[in-house]
């Protein structure tokens, strides 16, 4: 089992930046791909970010537009989510994720095994 705790969320006004932990712990393996989703009232949860931890490969939505920036402290084993001029639209709780997701899953919430419980993030105009 690994357990993942988020950290960082909260209350920032348009334009604004905050930084989301996440250290997991339990049986954690240097071949996981640690994910952050994000999922806002109403809607489905959706694919923000993921970092593999072997060899650092990073992936983005679309959406993101290079305002967000995934890392990864190996030794902490510790995901982290910087999050840069934030909107609205960015409003959601931000869940951490962790598993051995294949190249065609790492994207989708079905290629992780464990999860945390979420943090709210929102973003006031």
């Known amino acids: 089992q690994v357990q993942l705790v988020e950290s960082g969320g909260g209350l920032v006004q348009s334009g604004g930046s905050l930084r989301l932990s996440c250290p997991a712990s339990?049986?954690?393996?240097?071949?996981?791909?640690m994910g952050w989703f994000r999922q806002a009232p109403g809607k489905e949860r959706e694919f923000v970010s993921a970092?593999?931890?072997?060899?650092?490969?990073?992936f983005y939505a679309n959406f993101l537009k290079g305002r967000f920036t995934i890392s990864m402290d190996n030794a902490k084993a510790t995901a982290y989510l910087e999050m840069n001029s934030l909107k609205p639209e960015d409003t959601a709780v931000y869940f951490c994720?962790?598993?051995?997701?294949?190249?065609?899953?790492?994207?989708?919430?079905?290629?992780?095994?464990?999860w945390g419980q979420g943090t709210q993030v929102t973003v006031s105009s």
């Open positions: 970092i593999r931890w072997s060899d650092r490969s990073v």
């Open positions: 994720a962790a598993g051995h997701p294949s190249v065609s899953e790492v994207l989708t919430a079905q290629g992780y095994n464990y």
């Open positions: 339990g049986r954690t393996s240097n071949n996981y791909a």
